[in-house]
């Protein structure tokens, strides 16, 4: 039972890891449009935000897995 | 004057560290950051910061290891900002350290941030002597020479072209690198990486990246230095060590402005400058064929000459003032540095540079027991700047002893290695004891007590 405790906390920790990129990516988006950036620097930033929302999705799935075959047993 | 505040920040996670590294350098800092422990040790023991950012779980130990280094010297204007995922370590912290240490709880808003980076934003340079402040948050000196130098940074701080660093051993090339990069206004990171460090295996990987599952072992995308560095400044130390062949490489990057990461298929802009240096002379580079000549055109559109200290000797007086009230302020001493004392060091031809000036004065300041002023060894020099050509020669033939070559091949590693003890030995693969051992035999007697004390840290 803590085993699992632990590896769920893990897990917790993969998904909150890029979800507090994610944030501060948007945070780092709107100060370089108050800065009056566009197109391509922003461009570039929006792709920062999708790569770690699909590493979050990954984890999410990773957790998901986890707990199957945890309850299985 | 083009002076900003600087600010280290320490996080494990990459691509984390490349935002916040952006928002703190948009924020007005010139950033260094570092993803373990071990490298923010080597970093601040180079280099002191305005502010630093601390995540508390590193892979290589708890943030709260780094906090304990820096807390004897509690004069040290550095404020330090812990970030965290969790708000309840919060109060046991600040039980232990007080309340000088601001926190940060992820995920962090921008609002937060800008507070804490404006907040008890006490100047490093405002009780310090006008003479001692550094130039660009990292440089020291006024004569002629480094006069020079900092007009070149002024002028190539603007323009958006590739310069190469030549200078001597000890320097101080990486500081050249990071006022550039300050001078820059860059928002992106300074992101240091040394040619001759690199794996010959994973070089392609180290410079480009590469995605998740594109070679055995390439569990996650990573992010190469060239991305790091979007926007920012990418520092190549000893360019001419990399391999000829992998050269090629390099250039093609350089040229079509944009790569690859190994296993993908997307091209992406290469957004930074390169700053690359090499201790070698433009006419060994050439003679020596070290580094293709179509890469050193394109590395070196600015090649700017860092003068080594011996053409700069009315800095020596200055340079040493600054290192020992550095280590008075850790140490909360009063030493001062003697009329004859200052006349034997500047008499010194320092073929070590600053960095053998400093390491002398720290040697020095240890070895000086009565608290007043600073005692100099009998003989000044490193252990490895002897005069004898058996030591110099870095070549082997036959004719020299195997302690000859030992000693030769420690030096040269150390220097490799910036003189980072820890990593010379494993690269040496001895013990650490061992290279103290080692070390301890070729020192002159007055420096026995130093290695000593150094060995039980």
């Given at each position: ?73 | 004057?083009n002076k900003s505040r600087t600010a280290l920040i320490v996080d494990d996670d990459v691509e984390f560290l490349a935002t916040i ?278 590395l070196a559109a600015f090649p700017l000459v860092i003068p080594p200290l011996r053409e700069r000797h009315e800095d020596v007086g ?108 494993t690269v040496l693969g001895i013990s650490l004891k061992t290279l103290y051992n080692r070390l301890k035999s070729y020192e002159p ?13």
């Amino acid at each position: 039972m803590i085993e699992t405790a632990t590896a769920v906390e893990q897990h917790l920790h993969n998904i909150r890891t890029p979800l507090n990129t994610i944030s501060l990516t948007a945070e780092l988006g709107k100060l370089r449009i108050a800065q009056g950036e566009s197109g391509e620097r922003l461009e570039e930033i929006m792709e920062r935000i999708l790569t770690q929302c699909a590493r979050c999705a990954d984890q999410i799935k990773e957790l998901e897995e986890f707990l199957t075959i945890d309850s299985n047993c | 004057m083009n002076k900003s505040r600087t600010a280290l920040i320490v996080d494990d996670d990459v691509e984390f560290l490349a935002t916040i590294a952006e928002l703190v350098g948009a924020l007005g800092y010139a950033t260094v950051t570092a993803e373990t422990l071990s490298a923010a040790k080597r970093i601040i023991d180079r280099q002191n910061f305005d502010h630093i950012l601390l995540d508390l779980m590193l892979p290589d130990g708890s943030g709260l290891e780094f906090l304990d280094e820096l807390a004897p010297s509690s004069s040290t204007p550095t404020t330090v900002t812990i970030i965290t995922g969790h708000p309840a370590i919060r109060n046991s912290i600040k039980r232990i350290y007080g309340p000088n240490i601001n926190y940060l709880v992820k995920p962090i808003a921008l609002g937060d941030l800008k507070r804490i980076l404006h907040m008890g934003g006490h100047d490093q340079d405002e009780d310090k002597p006008l003479h001692l402040q550094q130039h660009y948050g990292s440089l020291i000196g006024v004569s002629a020479a480094m006069q020079s130098v900092y007009e070149a940074i002024e002028k190539v701080a603007k323009v958006s072209v590739n310069v190469m660093l030549i200078g001597e051993s000890g320097v101080g090339k990486e500081l050249v690198a990071q006022a550039i990069h300050a001078a820059s206004g860059r928002s992106g990171r300074f992101v240091p990486s040394n040619c001759g460090a690199f794996n010959r295996e994973l070089i392609g990987s180290e410079l480009f990246g590469h995605e998740k599952g594109a070679f055995t072992g390439a569990s996650a995308r990573k992010m190469g230095v060239f991305e790091q560095a979007a926007g920012g400044t990418l520092f190549l130390d000893e360019i001419t060590e990399m391999p000829l062949e992998l050269q090629p490489n390099l250039l093609r990057v350089i040229e079509a402005k944009n790569f690859v990461r190994l296993g993908g298929a997307a091209p992406i802009d290469v957004g930074c400058r390169i700053v690359s240096a090499t201790n070698r002379s433009e006419q060994e580079m050439a003679e020596e064929n070290l580094l293709r000549e179509d890469l050193l055109y394109r590395l070196a559109a600015f090649p700017l000459v860092i003068p080594p200290l011996r053409e700069r000797h009315e800095d020596v007086g200055l340079l040493t003032e600054f290192f020992l009230a550095e280590f008075n302020e850790e140490y909360g001493t009063e030493l001062q540095c003697g009329k004859s004392t200052m006349e034997r060091l500047q008499e010194y031809d320092w073929p070590g540079n600053v960095r053998e000036l400093r390491h002398t004065i720290h040697r020095a300041y240890i070895m000086s027991t009565d608290g007043k002023e600073l005692a100099l060894p009998a003989k000044l020099g490193a252990p490895f700047t002897s005069d004898d050509p058996a030591i110099i020669d870095r070549t082997l033939h036959a004719g020299q002893t195997i302690e000859e070559v030992e000693r030769n091949l420690i030096r040269i590693t150390l220097d490799r290695h910036g003189g980072n003890k820890k990593q010379a030995a494993t690269v040496l693969g001895i013990s650490l004891k061992t290279l103290y051992n080692r070390l301890k035999s070729y020192e002159p007697e007055s420096y026995h007590l130093e290695s000593e004390t150094e060995s039980t840290q």
